[in-house]
């Protein structure tokens, strides 16, 4: 436990420069009765300085008491403080610092002490400088007020270390209240930790079984890719040969006007030569369509003309498809469908570039 400089108190002393004063005192009340001649004169001044020596007894009693008393409760206080010591550690660091500004303070009482034991030395000279008793009692009065002036400093000084330990206690509580509360947050913060463990460790099994998981899907991607740049290799070499056996069919296959002989209906439409006329202009060609088809009816009202109809006037009318069709046999059905459908993709492009609209069908 830390050791302290100031003790508890045990009785009041009075100062030895006090003692030396009434000593003085007594002195000049004896030499005053030897000497009948200065009795008038020294009795007044005598009766000045014992009860000047009796109030500065008794002030500095009271003082020394109040002082000591306040001492004593800040003992109690700090031993309360030393007693807690293991939990507030960084207070009682504040406290030693306290301890030494205290020490500092009890090296000021010590000057204070050794300026008394001076004015002591001085008050024993009296004997030898009794004509300048005013002029020493002017000194010792002025002295003792500047005394007085410094206890009253450290009387203040003694209240506002009193309101610092007040701060610091209340300080301790506000520690403790948080102490508490930080026990609360550890436990909460262990449970946590706990709960942490238990989930790395899942974790840890977890990523264990994603590394074996992992390294049999890299094995199996291995083999794969293996077996993906065998199948390439295959491929390129299907695809050289497949080129081989291209090369000879990548000419550009004839058109014909008319179908040769020994050519089959299927293969001559696949490559005859589609030729279109001129076509009617957008506005002009839906009514042109429109009176084809009633010429060809019996209906004596015209009726509107769809795009499908509109393509079918097209392909007898503006194209060569009723002159090949002629080209083909009775039963070329399959060979007539893909004729048609070529020259109505054709007839469609045409229209498709002539951007002919429904708007434009009546």
């Known amino acids: 436990m830390t050791q302290h400089p100031i003790r508890s108190p045990q009785e009041p002393h009075i100062s030895y420069q006090l003692w030396g004063m009434a000593i003085a005192g007594l002195c000049l009340s004896g030499i005053g009765l030897l000497l009948p001649i200065m009795t008038p004169i020294m009795m007044p001044l005598l009766m000045v300085v014992a009860v000047g020596l009796l109030l500065q007894i008794y002030n500095q009693s009271r003082k020394n008491q109040q002082l000591h008393k306040a001492l004593h409760r800040y003992h109690q206080q700090l031993a309360k403080l030393e007693a807690q010591q293991p939990r507030f550690q960084p207070l009682l660091d504040a406290i030693a610092d306290e301890q030494q500004q205290r020490q500092a303070l009890e090296r000021r009482l010590t000057e204070l002490q050794h300026q008394l034991d001076q004015q002591q030395i001085q008050y024993q000279a009296l004997d030898s400088q009794l004509q300048a008793v005013q002029e020493a009692l002017d000194k010792a009065r002025s002295q003792s007020q500047a005394s007085e002036a410094k206890l009253l400093e450290l009387t203040q000084e003694n209240s506002a270390y009193e309101d610092w330990i007040e701060e610091q206690e209340q300080r301790a509580k506000d520690l403790e209240a948080q102490v508490t509360s930080l026990g609360t947050e ?36 291995a083999e794969l890719e293996q077996e993906l740049e065998e199948t390439c290799q295959a491929a390129q070499r299907q695809i050289a040969e497949l080129e081989q056996e291209l090369e000879p069919y990548r000419l550009t296959p004839p058109i014909y006007a008319n179908r040769p002989p020994q050519m089959s209906n299927e293969k001559f439409v696949r490559h005859a030569d589609i030729q279109l006329l001129d076509f009617p202009r957008p506005e002009q060609l839906a009514e042109q369509a429109k009176h084809h088809y009633h010429r060809r009816s019996s209906d004596p009202t015209p009726r509107p003309v769809s795009l499908n109809g509109i393509v079918d006037y097209l392909r007898h009318e503006f194209t060569n ?20 459908a070529r020259v109505n993709a054709q007839i469609w492009e045409r229209l498709s570039e002539m951007r002919l609209t429904l708007d434009d069908v009546v």
């Open 186 to 221: 550890r436990d909460r913060l262990q449970t946590h930790l706990t709960e942490a463990g238990a989930s790395i460790a899942t974790l840890e099994s977890d990523r264990l079984q994603l590394e074996e998981t992992c390294q049999e899907a890299q094995h199996q991607i």
């Open 321 to 340: 498809y009723d002159r090949l069709c002629e080209e083909l046999g009775s039963y070329s059905r399959p060979a007539r469908n893909i004729l048609k």
